[in-house]
């Protein structure tokens, strides 16, 4: 029998699997994980205040680090009061490793406060869960954990894991399990998607997952360049790399509206690791499919498909000589005067650091963001991809632990960021280099927009109080600095402009509240 | 067909069955119910900036006013951050009526990015779940919902509403439909028990669910004294009326030793609306079932019955000229100097305002608190059902607004605080009278003491960094400030009293950080 406890086996066997961070919430039934973190010195524990902060935090290393970090959550309201950033990391395809305590195997027929349905909750993510009963599997059971959560596109595993699977003795490791690796596209799917682009109609095509680094929207580019298509990225990306050297490819837009003209006119539609257009949500008398009518939709590569060289495969058909158009160089003016939706971003796009890291929850407030930072050095920016709101903060945070040496900007909106408001809390705990830009224009701007949208009854005094975030006016200044962040707060763009050098210029997190008022 | 369209007829059919609040934090998907509110005045909405608050508060106010309140929750995500909370409300028996918003019908075939699986979040929750697909069922729909959350001992009922079923045309108000009253004890298993107090050997009498209020604490006097019985209270009730001129009846300890302290020597546990006394957690070595050896277990009433109405039958029996021991009006003196884990509680009960509302998450500062406040005036105390925290300060907030006339007091340790910190702008928002005592010992001090408890190789530096709070302090004044709430900070027992008293006096919410050092 080993030495080992299953906690002990369990932390081994994910390090040796290449999982060094786990963003951890405990409670009693983790104790015994919590105490073996001292006998593997090569895994890191970050605390977090809040389940949510720790899974979005995951979602953002591992977007970032490409490879997951396991989470450590306390049983089913554990991982209930995560569950909205597993939902967006399983929109992302993000390798999760959720490691969820629960009572001892003996302890759950007494049916004490905290016994819950973890598996129900589990299985809502429509990823992986396994239940490690006994001590000496909980090696084996993490191994596989890890290889599922990596198995191409990515994806979120969860493993349950009682408490005296984890105290017990004879906790045995487990060598990494290879995941499955993303499938390479058939060539006759590449030759018939090469047709369609060689046709002579319309086309567009819209690109996804992990084509959306340097490599696939090269290929994106150059198709486009050679046949006249439209690219476009997905509207909510995991990571896309953008910026000056990088072809800068318009993400398909949020409203139908958007779409509706973007689409104009195509005749196909090709997707390649995203999904064929549709609504995000559904409004009276309009349509939830957004593919023009009478187009037709071609899949060249499914999103757990080698997307990147799917893309290559057909850029090599159809633009062989043909380069990638790249963005230049360029930075819009420092704006001055009082902040307004359409200043505010020029600002980032005046001062964005090289090597960036946007985490993006700006919503309605960053409309006009993506054109003022095309041309900004390269950086990359995450996505709400799930819609889940709460994300920015946590997902920030994940990044900055990922890369320490890059600079991180969370562009969040003041109605998303009392969800998971804690992870300011970890930011400076960890001494991160995060700078949150903090859009305070007190309102759920998106949802006066959409009140009006859906066509409800708009304007009724009961309603518009729902959609009101100004009484009380949140002071984030002093949430930020009550969590130990520091924290200064910008009415101008000048304001903004030397805020924001001096928190890029400081070690450690920064917030900047920036009063901007609503676009709408 | 009606002029409603299904939202309105669901508000109206809420509010018909005497649904009159609806804790709110809506999205796209809920805007035609945001906007159907308006026509509807009987219905009050309050917004809350993250639903676990919307949950929380939902819970609070029914312990309160004894009638559900309403949430609206924006789809599986929305359902799943409130998740926690609705756990604590199951384990209280809290008569919720959830309304979670969804796509439009034909519109969840595309897998839109919210899309997610609604119903296995809700069946985690053991209550009542359905969706009302038609808008003609919808306010049928409602009247089913309000009735099974009501069915005793009351429950959480989870109503799915697409967003077409809730903006179509043609919605139907439905009357009241009468929920399932809890049923009488027979005559037998009364008389049974009976026979158990007047058999000569050791018994305990264990009391939980509506046996908490003063009816039925006082048939337990009754029994307890003329028998000799011990009588205890559920470790944690849903809502115990407390105070001078009610029986004081000690609950049964959280720590399992305290369990075998209470009931050694004990021959026979009669159970009335509680469970057989089972150990919160596991613990290596240690039993879950704490029954003492030996002794039998008696049910008179199940929780869904009438237990108090058992209750008095078998006082009546046993007791029949006997009287409940009421606590005499008793306040501890004022202590002075530094705050100290057991003179902080002391303050409380010298000022402890006549007919408050305790919601107490004040876990391991709080061990002292019933012998400080049993002789204070008659108030309730709200408590931690479920294990999940970050309960205080949302179920402090309902319990606000279901009793504006009641000075509402949440004591709130600082490591649950954080879950649903949010809480305190609904507070100002709603100029709810809520004092917040926020005991602040900078660390998750319970689980430095269940680290022990458990038995894992205690103290490494690792595992105590994940149980402390202390890097960076927070600065709950000036989180609370930015919150709306106005604040101070008590570091001596004077300052604290002081504070509390102005609290207490103004209205609307306050917050006072109290700076206590851990107990263990």
């Not at 349950?160 to 060539?187: F, H, K, Y």
């Not at 939709?297 to 850029?315: N, P, S």
């Not at 001062?351 to 095309?374: K, M, Q, V």
């Amino acid at each position: 029998m080993s030495e080992l406890n299953g906690a002990q086996s369990l932390i081994r066997t994910l390090v040796d699997a290449g999982v060094e961070v786990c963003f951890a919430n405990p409670g009693t039934s983790e104790m015994h994980f919590v105490a073996a973190l001292d006998t593997v010195p090569e895994m890191r524990g970050v605390l977090a205040l809040f389940e949510g902060v720790v899974t979005g935090a995951a979602d953002g290393y591992a977007r970032i680090a490409d490879k997951p970090a396991a989470t450590l959550l306390h049983l089913g309201p554990g991982l209930g009061n995560g569950l909205a950033n597993l939902h967006n990391a399983r929109r992302a395809h993000t390798p999760i490793v959720n490691v969820v305590g629960d009572h001892a195997t003996y302890h759950k027929q007494y049916d004490a406060p905290l016994e819950s349905d973890i598996e129900a909750v589990a299985g809502s993510l429509e990823g992986w869960v396994r239940r490690s009963e006994h001590t000496k599997d909980v090696g084996a059971d993490a191994a596989a954990a890890v290889a599922a959560s990596q198995d191409a596109p990515g994806r979120v595993a969860t493993l349950i894991l009682p408490a005296d699977a984890s105290w017990g003795e004879g906790g045995e490791t487990c060598a990494p399990i290879p995941p499955r690796v993303a499938q390479a596209v058939d060539a006759t799917t590449v030759k018939d998607v090469a047709e369609v682009f060689g046709a002579g109609e319309p086309v567009a095509l819209l690109i996804g997952g992990s084509a959306c680094r340097e490599e696939g929207l090269r290929a994106a580019s150059r198709i486009a360049a050679a046949t006249g298509a439209k690219v476009f990225v997905e509207t909510f990306p995991a990571r896309l790399e953008r910026g000056a050297g990088l072809p800068a490819i318009e993400r398909l837009g949020y409203l139908a509206e958007q779409v509706t003209y973007q689409l104009d006119g195509i005749k196909h539609v090709v997707v390649a690791g995203a999904k064929a257009p549709v609504s995000f949500f559904a409004y009276p008398g309009k349509p939830s499919d957004l593919v023009p009518d009478g187009a037709q939709v071609h899949t060249l590569a499914a999103v757990g498909q080698d997307i990147t060289r799917a893309l290559t495969e057909v850029a090599d058909l159809v633009a062989a000589d043909t380069e990638p158009v790249l963005a230049q160089a360029s930075r819009p003016a420092l704006p001055s005067g009082p902040l307004t939706p359409q200043n505010w971003v020029d600002v980032i796009g005046a001062l964005l650091p090289e090597n960036a890291i946007i985490a993006d929850e700006a919503n309605t407030s960053g409309l006009l963001l993506p054109t003022a930072t095309a041309g900004a050095p390269r950086h990359d920016i995450l996505t709400l991809t799930g819609g889940a709101i709460g994300y920015g903060m946590p997902v920030a945070t994940g990044a900055a632990v990922a890369a320490p040496d890059r600079p991180v900007l969370n562009l969040q909106s003041d109605g998303s960021a009392l969800y998971t408001i804690s992870a300011l809390w970890t930011q400076a705990r960890e001494n991160l280099n995060v700078t949150t830009v903090l859009l305070n224009n007190r309102a759920y701007a998106i949802l006066r927009m959409e009140l009006q949208r859906v066509g409800a009854a708009s304007g009724g005094p009961k309603a518009n109080e729902l959609l009101d975030l100004s009484r009380p006016d949140m002071d984030f200044v002093k949430i930020a600095e009550g969590m130990g962040v520091p924290a200064t707060r910008a009415t101008t763009a000048e304001e903004l402009a030397e805020q924001l050098q001096r928190a890029f210029a400081e070690p450690g997190p920064h917030l900047i509240d920036a009063v901007v008022p609503p676009l709408l």
